[in-house]
C-alpha cells in the first residue's frame, strides 16, 4: 500500500510543506480577522476546522480521539499548535 500510494520520506516531506503553506494562507487571513470569508461563521470555517481537527483533537468532534499519537505524527501536531489554535475556539462556540 505504502508503495503504491508513494508514501515514503521524501512524499511526506512533500505533503508537510504544502500543509505548512496552506495552514499559513489560512493564519494569514485569521490574523486579522475572526473568520475566514466574513464576519460571521461559515461552510468555510466548519470545513477548514474539520479538516483540520485531527491535529487539535477537539473534544467536541464526536470521536474518541487516540491517547498517544505516533511520534512522527506528534511532532507534527506540535509544530502545528500554535497556529491552529483557532480551531479550539470554534469547536467551542460553534458545536
Do not use: C, H
Amino acid at each position: 500500500m505504502r508503495q503504491y500510494l508513494q508514501l515514503n520520506e521524501r512524499t511526506a516531506d512533500i505533503s508537510l510543506k504544502k500543509l505548512q503553506r496552506a495552514i499559513d494562507k489560512l493564519s494569514t487571513q485569521l490574523a486579522t480577522n475572526q473568520f475566514l470569508v466574513s464576519d460571521q461563521f461559515t461552510r468555510a470555517d466548519l470545513a477548514a476546522a474539520a479538516l483540520l481537527a485531527p491535529f487539535r483533537t477537539p473534544d467536541k468532534y464526536g470521536l474518541n480521539w487516540p491517547k498517544k499519537l505516533p511520534e512522527g505524527l506528534q511532532r507534527t501536531v506540535d509544530m502545528l499548535t500554535s497556529e491552529l489554535r483557532w480551531i479550539d475556539s470554534l469547536y467551542q462556540n460553534y458545536r
